[in-house]
C-alpha cells in the first residue's frame, strides 16, 4: 500500500479570532484558494496542515474543506477528506506571567505566542481513518518534566517553571488505520528559535520541542518520562510505524538554531532519511533572492521556506515529513516551482499569495 504524507504550513492563521471563520465561509478567499490548489495539485493522502487557527468544533477544517478543498480551484481536481482532527493550541492562552520581560503581559506571555487561543494552531486532514479513540495529545506537558531539558533556569523564576508547557501549540500523536497497519501521524510545529534574548528561550524550547519526538520513538527507557493529557505514560512501542511531520522551525546547517536540533531526528536510527524531499524553484529562489542564501551551507534545493533575505535568516530547509524505517520512501518533493513554470504563480515572491511556507510530501509503501 502506496501513501503520500504532506505537511504545509499554509500561514491561514489571522490577527483576531473569528477572522479565519469569515474569510472561509464564502469560496472566494485568494489566499485559501491558492493554499487549496497547491494541496490538489499534490492531492496529499494525509495532511498537516499549520498555521490555521483553532475553532472549536472544527468549524474552520470543515469550511476550508467544503469551500475550497472540495471545490476545484482553477482547473486542480478538488480532494475529498472524509477524516479532520483539530484540537486545542497553548498559543494565545495567557500564562499571568511576563515572560518575555518587557513590563506588560501580551501574546508574547502566553503559553505559546499567540494574539489570541488558538492562533496559529493546526488540523490534519486524512483520506484514511484516524482511530479517534487512541489519538494522544500532549498540550499540557510541562517542560520541567523532560529530563535533561534546555530550559533557561537562570531567566524563568520557580513559579514560571512550575506553569511552563513544552509544546508552543500541541503535540499530536494520530494513529491513521491504513489496511491492516496503523501508521502514527506524529504532529507538531514547534516555536521559532528567535525573537528571545541572551537566555535562548525560544532556541532551547525548539530544541526540546524536536527533541519529545526523538524520545517519543525511541522505546520505553527514552520515553518513559511521557504522559499525555489523559494521564497516560509513555511513547511508541517496538516496531509501530510513524510519519513525524511539521514546521519544525529548524534547519540542519544554516539560521540560528540550537545545536543539535532537527539532527535528534534527522540522525535517529528510527527514522528514514534515504531521500530527501527537494525543488528546482528553491534553487532558483536563492540564486536570484541572494543575501543571506549567498552564505548558507545547506543544499539550497532541500529549502521549504522562503524567509527574509536581509536581514532575516534567507531561505531555510524548516519543514519536515520523516517516516519510520520499516517505511520505504518511493519519491519525496517541495511545491516550489521555477518561475517559468505557470504553478509558480501560487508561490510567488513576498507578499506571497499562498505561504512563505512550501508543502512538502512523501510517498512510503507499508510493509506487507
Known sequence: MDVRFATFNASLSRNALGELVTDLSTPDNAQARAVAEIIQRTSPDVLLVNEFDYVEDGVAAALFRDNYLQVPQHGADPVTYPHCFVAASNTGIPTGFDLNRDGV?????????GLFAGQFGMVVYSRYPIDHDAVRTFQHFL?????????????????????????????WDLPISLGNR???????????????GAEGRNSRRNHDEIRFWADYISGSLASSYVHDDAGDPGGLGPGE????????????????SFEGSIEALLDHPGVNTAVTPASEGA???????GGANLVH??????????????????????????????LRILDAGVFWPVRADPLS????????????????????RLPH
Not at 519544525?248 to 544554516?254: A, L, T, Y
Open 241 to 256: 510505524l510513524f510519519v513525524i511531520a511539521g514546521d519544525q522551525n529548524c534547519d540542519p546547517n544554516d539560521g540560528d
Open 105 to 113: 503581559i501580551g501574546g508574547d506571555d502566553a503559553f505559546g505566542f
Open 182 to 196: 496503523t501508521v502514527h501521524f506524529l504532529v507538531s510545529h514547534p516555536t521559532p528559535p528567535a525573537f528571545d
Open 297 to 326: 551551507v545547506g543544499n539550497p534545493a532541500h529549502d521549504t521556506a522562503d524567509f527574509n533575505d536581509y536581514p532575516g535568516p534567507g531561505n531555510l530547509r524548516v519543514d519536515y515529513v520523516l517516516p519510520s524505517k520499516a
Open 283 to 289: 534553487v532558483e529562489a536563492s540564486i536570484l533572492q
Open 345 to 364: 504563480r501560487l508561490t510567488g515572491v513576498f507578499p506571497f499569495p499562498s505561504s512563505d511556507h512550501r508543502l512538502v510530501w512523501v510517498d512510503v
Open 143 to 171: 517542560w520541567k518534566d523532560m529530563p535533561d531539558n534546555l530550559m533557561p533556569t537562570d531567566f524563568y523564576s520557580p513559579e514560571e517553571q512550575d506553569i511552563l508547557r513544552l509544546s508552543s501549540k500541541s503535540h
